[in-house]
């Protein structure tokens, strides 16, 4: 429980409905940093390789149950293991609070180097946290990266400036180089009704200022009536300006509740602008699928309401192309419409069947080294045979015309080279990661399964060689595997893109 909030603030904090820009203060010179979906890294101790933040949100820390904790892997020539990791909570010397029960720390994540020292940093949510008197206020805690790596030295803390009970502030986060002026990537922070747009202050002279928010934003729909409460965030440079977007999804509530929608807002020079609404979420991803110069955004939709319409399955899942001046478009604008993909799409392994929760879960890049970007896909409802919610995890391939199903393969824990066996209530797939922590440019693929082994969770780690991804050789690891407490600790439950 938390009962004091950060240090002087030192730039304003507004309200702005959609349509208007969301304006940065341009105090700083920074030089543009990546900002397409394949330049983000988690390199926490900047020896050049990608490392692995996976979050236990349901973990025990000094007993106190559900107060969770995070793991990193660093990544090597040999990519990740068991050895080269941390472990991190409100335990952690450094690290703001005290580890309590239901805090939920890791159950959001996001990395990006804020201060623009070459670090990448670790942001984790805690939108479980009180903040006295108020009960599940929220928070987040920042890890800053250093050639030692994620330590809790000097980490911070940031809150609502106005508490609010129940807002979990902190359940969405994502950092990218959204405006020119700024050093180093902005954070962007969701609670249930608020965007919030954080950025480094260089000159903040006390450590817990050195995040002061830029800027905050209600999530008013631009179509009127359509409300989105949040749930994920994702950054790409979706029209190649050389700036990140970022893409808002959630569920709707209101007049027509429970349909995945998404809200897309342009990186300009005078901050984030909101462009449109697009059909589409809870879960997002983006990547450049057709290697074209422009990140293509990939949105699931694991259930919607069923009112007979097209969604009504076991999922659905959406690609948006990106192009010239818009980024990914609707069929209202300039461009093509999206593109739906089901397990019953030509070409795609299995039967759309309700309750698959296909595109519960996404991830985005390149598995075999053509430079097409391909699409993990997670579906945790998947029964296998006649187990119930075992899980399975699909990818589908890139091309120069876009996703497509030559090459797709799935796998479960059924199938041939995959340890452990599908168990009702696994959700295998609940978390998949598309991940180069050996730097050769394939990605291997992290997927997930926070309710095996009665809740303690798992991670599956496959490689990736010319051929792409493969179960060959695959293998697994817990919290306990890194020293942490295992029971039912939902470890998985969050690992960062």
Not at 183 to 208: C, F, H, I
Not at 372 to 386: F, K, L, M, S
Not at 436 to 459: I, S
């Amino acid at each position: 429980m938390r009962t004091y909030r950060p240090a002087a603030v030192v730039a304003a904090s507004f309200l702005l409905m959609a349509g208007a820009a969301v304006a940065a203060p341009s105090a700083y010179a920074g030089t543009p940093g990546g900002t397409h979906a394949n330049d983000r890294n988690t390199d926490f101790n900047g020896d050049g390789y990608e490392d692995v933040l996976v979050g236990a949100p349901a973990g025990a820390v000094g007993g106190k149950k559900g107060a969770g904790y995070v793991t990193v892997q660093y990544g090597s020539s040999t990519g990740i293991g068991t050895n080269r990791s941390a472990v991190l909570s409100q335990d952690t010397t450094g690290v703001p609070g005290t580890a309590e029960a239901g805090d939920g720390f890791g159950r959001a994540l996001a990395t990006g180097d804020l201060d623009g020292d070459g670090f990448d940093d670790a942001i984790v949510g805690l939108p479980g946290e009180d903040v006295e008197p108020v009960l599940d206020a929220g928070g987040i805690v920042v890890l800053w990266g250093s050639p030692k790596g994620l330590t809790g030295t000097d980490s911070d803390w940031l809150q609502a400036d106005e508490p609010t009970g129940s807002a979990q502030f902190g359940g969405a986060l994502a950092a990218a180089h959204f405006s020119p002026d700024i050093p180093g990537d902005q954070l962007a922070v969701t609670d249930r009704e608020n965007l919030t747009l954080y950025q480094y202050d260089a000159a903040a002279k006390q450590k817990s200022a050195r995040l002061a928010p830029a800027s905050r934003n209600r999530l008013t729909p631009g179509t009127p009536g359509r409300q989105i409460v949040p749930k994920a965030l994702t950054t790409g440079d979706y029209d190649a300006s050389g700036l990140a977007d970022l893409v808002v999804s959630g569920v709707t509530v209101g007049e027509e509740p429970g349909y995945g929608w998404s809200s897309l807002f342009f990186g300009e020079v005078q901050g984030l602008r909101y462009d449109r609404d697009l059909r589409g979420g809870p879960a997002v991803a983006s990547g450049d699928i057709n290697n074209d110069g422009y990140d293509d955004l990939v949105t699931g939709e694991p259930t919607s309401p069923d009112d007979g319409g097209e969604f009504v399955n076991g999922g659905v899942v959406g690609v948006y192309y990106g192009s010239a001046g818009d980024g990914p478009v609707g069929a209202e604008g300039p461009g093509t419409p999206p593109v739906w993909w089901t397990q019953d799409t030509a070409g795609v392994p299995g039967t759309d069947e309700r309750g698959d929760g296909w595109g519960t879960d996404l991830s985005v890049a390149d598995t075999n080294g053509d430079g097409y970007a391909d699409v993990a896909i997670g579906a945790p409802g998947e029964d296998i045979g006649t187990v119930l919610d075992a899980g399975a995890v699909w990818v589908l391939r890139g091309s120069a015309g876009g996703l497509t199903a030559d090459g797709a393969a799935s796998w479960d824990q059924d199938s041939e080279h995959v340890p452990g066996v599908p168990e009702r209530g696994d959700r295998w797939g609940g978390q998949v990661r598309l991940t180069d922590p050996n730097k050769d440019g394939r990605f291997g693929l992290l997927t997930a399964a926070p309710g095996e082994d009665a809740g303690n969770g798992v991670v599956w780690v496959f490689s990736a060689g010319t051929a792409g991804v493969t179960a060959a050789g695959s293998w697994t690891y817990d919290g306990g595997s890194l020293g942490a407490a295992s029971a039912v600790a939902a470890f998985g439950a969050t690992i960062d893109e």
